[in-house]
């Protein structure tokens, strides 16, 4: 499809283990994000990609978290030792227009029993 | 300070009638971007409408309008003839600085309930 596609859409696992999430944004879109969106909030920011490299990393809550884009594509969001509180949706969204619009993926739902 | 502010959790309309649902911001920089997105239960947030600081006309797309009222820092969504479709949260956001690339900041959201 022409949209931002990220995979799992859903994903269960048990406290301590390690995730990643894929996004693969829209075609020649050079921007991506990645937000986190807990039960009953707006999307929280997370990590913004320009090309390959992290242009704004300051929404990671700890190092547990980290984001690559190894060749200004396709991007993985790793989470290391999760934790119940890593719950929520996280949505993946990429963006070309002038004004800044982000295009948003249908995001991956995280659950840590 | 909350950058973006929606003061209203959840909004009940009547099917054809107009809502406004409420959005104020807290910004220094003179360049800045508001956007309205709607998420329906399926979960994808779909993009409505955008309105840059230096526009000088509120920026319509549809039955969607945005009352942009610079001075009091608002930026109020209006949807006119509201649809049974139109029922999901609304999120506003800003992006501070220049046009480009750069993250958007989200309301906490409002959920639009339409009845027949």
């Known amino acids: 499809g022409a949209g931002v596609s990220q995979t799992p859409s859903n994903k269960v696992t048990e406290k301590g283990k390690y995730v990643e999430l894929r996004c693969d944004p829209i075609?020649?879109?050079?921007?991506l994000y990645w937000y986190r969106q807990s039960l009953g909030q707006g999307p929280e920011f997370l990590i913004y990609?320009?090309?390959?490299?992290?242009?704004?990393d300051s929404g990671l809550p700890n190092d547990r978290f980290f984001a690559v884009r190894p060749e200004g594509s396709v991007s993985t969001l790793k989470i290391q030792r999760t934790e119940r509180g890593d719950s929520a949706v996280y949505l993946c969204?990429?963006?070309?227009?002038?004004?800044?619009?982000?295009?948003f993926g249908e995001g991956s739902r995280l659950t840590v029993l | 300070a909350q950058k973006i502010t929606q003061t209203q959790p959840g909004m009940f309309v009547q099917e054809k009638e107009a809502v406004t649902l409420d959005c104020t911001y807290d910004?220094?920089?003179?360049?800045?971007?508001l956007f309205w997105y709607k998420q329906p239960s399926s979960g994808e947030m779909i993009f409505l409408i955008y309105?840059?600081?230096?526009?000088?006309q509120n920026a319509t797309e549809g039955r969607y309008s945005l009352n942009f009222q610079k001075a009091r820092k608002s930026a109020n969504l209006v949807i006119s003839a509201s649809q049974l479709g139109d029922s999901a949260m609304y999120f506003c956001?800003?992006?501070?600085?220049?046009?480009?690339?750069?993250?958007?900041?989200f309301g906490k959201g409002t959920m639009l309930l339409v009845s027949p």
């Open positions: 969204a990429s963006s070309f227009h002038k004004t800044g619009e982000l295009f």
């Open positions: 075609s020649g879109h050079t921007a």
């Open positions: 990609f320009q090309g390959t490299g992290a242009a704004d």
């Open positions: 910004t220094s920089d003179p360049s800045y971007g």
């Open positions: 309105q840059g600081s230096y526009d000088q």
């Open positions: 956001a800003m992006r501070e600085g220049p046009s480009g690339y750069s993250t958007l900041t």
